[in-house]
């Protein structure tokens, strides 16, 4: 039992590792978009598709390693959660594995917060951009347009238009 604890407590610092790094990129992500740097975003979004597989493998192993601790516990449902497991447990691993809980229920938080801030960013920029390029085709049609927005037709200089039939 010890060492299965040990195991868990060795896999929840590995995560905690890679939360690290996900808030990290979440950050750079934050500054890419306010740059508008769409090379630097794309390369973020590929280093935390990577770090998200990452994860999920981390997450399978920690399901794995709950079942095989269940099993010695002789807990007869499954879906013991870490707390449950720290509350239950005598072993002197406790303190690391509650410090880790704690630890990853913060990263987690803060990940919760800047992938919201991320969103709105990113919602906030699109939209910017869809007005600015709405703005911009509503110049260029004003700008070749031959008639006023009231309808009226534009007074211009025809002297430009006209060819000589001279030649």
Not at 14 to 37: N, P
Not at 65 to 87: A, C
Not at 152 to 166: A, H, I, P
Request: hydrophobic residues 40%; proline residues 2%.
């Amino acid at each position: 039992m010890n060492r299965l604890l040990r195991d868990l407590h060795i896999l929840m610092e590995r995560k905690i590792v890679l939360y690290d790094q996900f808030i990290l990129l979440l950050q750079e992500q934050w500054d890419s978009i306010t740059e508008y740097s769409l090379n630097s975003l794309q390369e973020i979004m590929e280093k935390k598709e990577t770090l998200v597989e990452e994860m999920q493998g981390l997450e399978k192993e920690r399901t794995r390693l709950m079942q095989k601790i269940e099993r010695t516990l002789g807990v007869t449902q499954p879906g013991t959660t870490l707390k449950q497991l720290i509350e239950t447990t005598k072993d002197p691993i406790r303190a690391p594995l509650a410090k880790c809980r704690e630890t990853l229920l913060g990263q987690i938080m803060i990940i919760n917060k800047l992938h919201e801030q991320v969103k709105g960013l990113m919602d906030h920029s699109s939209l910017s951009m869809k007005k600015s390029l709405a703005f911009i085709h509503s110049q260029s049609e004003a700008a070749t347009s031959p008639y006023h927005a009231n309808g009226r037709v534009l007074e211009r200089n025809l002297q430009g238009k006209m060819l000589s039939l001279d030649a």
